[in-house]
T-cell receptor, first 115, second 113 residues
Framework: NAGVMQNPRHLVRRRGQEARLRCSPMKGHSHVYWYRQLPEEGLKFMVYLQKENIIDESGMPKERFSAEFPKEGPSILRIQQVVRGDSAAYFC?????????????FGPGTRLTVT | KQEVTQIPAALSVPEGENLVLNCSFTDSAIYNLQWFRQDPGKGLTSLLLIQSSQREQTSGRLNASLDKSSGRSTLYIAASQPGDSATYLCAVPLGGGADGLTFGKGTHLIIQP
């Protein structure tokens, strides 16, 4: 059973470009979470999605960031018009059911560098 | 707002020692608590999940305890090995209607051979 997969593992974008980060949850998991880890800071929750639905986006910046989890295919975190402050490691996690009782399994992360 | 604190921030000990990592949280109304390890430049590996109804969980040389009423958890590592060197993170549900986890800043552990 493959773990959570994320790609790309490293992404370099110039200021103003778009970044697309992909996450494939573990087999059988329909709940996906995105977190961001800024340099020298802890992990911060961004958004929680189930298939085709955003359940909780309380941690998402109000502008330029969006997430989706379509019926088919991976979950995608999109950052439009990237700025240097977006440089961070972005982690995706999945769980088999809702967040209250179930363990979250994390992917290896995508390290975004904005130049 | 739930806040998680981990003490110590860093720890360096000789191989073979038993050690304890501490985690405290401000809101005791949690469903569970999860311990992770993170190796440099890598993702998070889940070590143990303790449900709110449990007092401890064990996996190999690791033992995690939970005292909800006092807002504390400890991770005990027995007979430490150089391969245990990593950053150890404690996480609890955000609460307040939010669905994600909130993390401590971690304990950076170095086991000297």
């Amino acid at each position: 059973n493959a773990g959570v997969m994320q790609n790309p593992r490293h992404l370099v974008r110039r200021r103003g470009q778009e970044a697309r980060l992909r996450c494939s949850p573990m087999k059988g998991h329909s709940h996906v979470y995105w977190y961001r880890q800024l340099p020298e800071e802890g992990l911060k929750f961004m958004v929680y999605l189930q298939k085709e639905n955003i359940i909780d986006e309380s941690g998402m910046p109000k502008e330029r960031f969006s997430a989706e989890f379509p019926k088919e295919g991976p979950s995608i975190l999109r950052i439009q018009q990237v700025v240097r402050g977006d440089s961070a490691a972005y982690f995706c996690a999945s769980s088999p059911r809702g967040p209250s009782s179930y363990e979250q399994y994390f992917g290896p992360g995508t390290r975004l560098t904005v130049t | 707002k739930q806040e998680v604190t981990q003490i110590p921030a860093a720890l360096s000990v000789p191989e073979g020692e038993n050690l304890v990592l501490n985690c405290s949280f401000t809101d005791s109304a949690i469903y569970n608590l999860q311990w992770f390890r993170q190796d440099p430049g890598k993702g998070l590996t889940s070590l143990l999940l303790i449900q709110s109804s449990q007092r401890e969980q064990t996996s190999g040389r690791l033992n995690a305890s939970l005292d909800k009423s006092s807002g504390r958890s400890t991770l005990y590592i027995a007979a430490s090995q150089p391969g245990d060197s990593a950053t150890y993170l404690c996480a609890v549900p955000l609460g307040g209607g939010a669905d994600g986890l909130t993390f401590g800043k971690g304990t950076h552990l170095i086991i000297q051979p």
